[in-house]
């Protein structure tokens, strides 16, 4: 074989490794590329946004706080804004789990759905999407239950209600049944508004959603 023709061997030789080891990567499954630094993503409204506290004192900073106590590897990026809908929430998710490639979404949305008189439907359907969506990207679902006062109306309250319990067991995810359990009855663990818990609130809230992670906290150890 003269020296032409081996060179000319030789390069189509290395575009195949090449073209090969670029398919590889391109197909690696999502799960060992979370390994290397494993995310949790908030998607939440205000009572995730620090809403009227002093910035590092939310829930979800506590919940960071624990994470790095048991010397875990995972770190949570918070993409909360305040007065968040199921809506807004479904246009922002999809570039966030391009971006953050999460192994877990913190997914806390719906109360201002009510608030601005959405229909459960619409809600429901917004809800499930964002769900669906976390699952395809190969990302586990923790979705927090919210609950609204009486006074919007005995139907609607309840629908509201039972929305969350009966998407998560549809969507095969991970319910916290109530966000604001243990908060929600005591009025001193709320601003002036009464509507956002304050700081003293936050423990709980981080309990509640540190409690709802169970089934996923043996892989928040260090390897």
């Known amino acids: 074989m003269n020296q032409i023709v081996w060179l000319s061997f030789l390069n189509k030789k290395l575009r195949a490794i090449t073209?090969?080891?670029?398919?590889?990567?391109?197909?690696?499954?999502?799960?060992?590329q979370a390994q290397t630094n494993p995310t949790?993503?908030?998607?939440?409204?205000?009572?995730?946004?620090?809403?009227?506290?002093a910035r590092g004192?939310?829930?979800?900073?506590?919940?960071?706080?624990?994470?790095?106590?048991?010397?875990?590897?995972?770190?949570?990026?918070?993409?909360?804004?305040?007065?968040?809908t199921s809506s807004g929430g479904l246009s922002r998710l999809p570039k966030l789990l391009e971006q953050?490639?999460?192994?877990?979404?913190?997914?806390?949305?719906?109360?201002?759905?009510?608030l601005?008189?959405?229909?459960?439907?619409?809600?429901?359907?917004?809800l499930r999407k964002m769900i669906q969506l976390s699952k395809k990207s190969g990302a586990k679902v923790l979705l927090f239950g919210m609950q609204i006062p009486p006074n919007y109306g005995q139907a609607y309250t309840k629908q509201f209600q039972?929305?969350?319990p009966e998407l998560a067991q549809q969507e095969?995810?991970?319910?916290?049944p109530f966000f604001l359990q243990g908060v929600a009855s005591d009025p001193t663990l709320f601003q002036a508004d009464r509507m956002h818990p304050n700081e003293k609130a936050q423990t709980i809230l981080y309990k509640n959603v540190w409690g709802a992670m169970a089934p996923y906290q043996s892989i928040f150890k260090s390897k």
Do not use: M
Not at 116 to 126: H, K, V, W
Not at 172 to 176: G, H, T, Y
């Open 100 to 114: 953050k490639k999460p192994g877990i979404v913190l997914l806390e949305l719906g109360a201002n759905d009510a």
């Open 172 to 176: 095969k995810v991970q319910l916290l």
């Open 57 to 84: 004192t939310g829930w979800v900073r506590l919940l960071g706080a624990q994470l790095h106590k048991e010397s875990s590897p995972w770190t949570i990026f918070n993409a909360s804004i305040s007065g968040e």
């Open 116 to 126: 601005r008189g959405l229909s459960i439907q619409e809600s429901e359907n917004n």
């Open 19 to 32: 073209l090969a080891a670029a398919l590889f990567c391109l197909f690696i499954p999502f799960g060992t």
């Open 162 to 164: 039972n929305l969350f």
């Open 40 to 53: 949790i993503l908030v998607l939440g409204d205000s009572l995730s946004a620090e809403y009227g506290l």
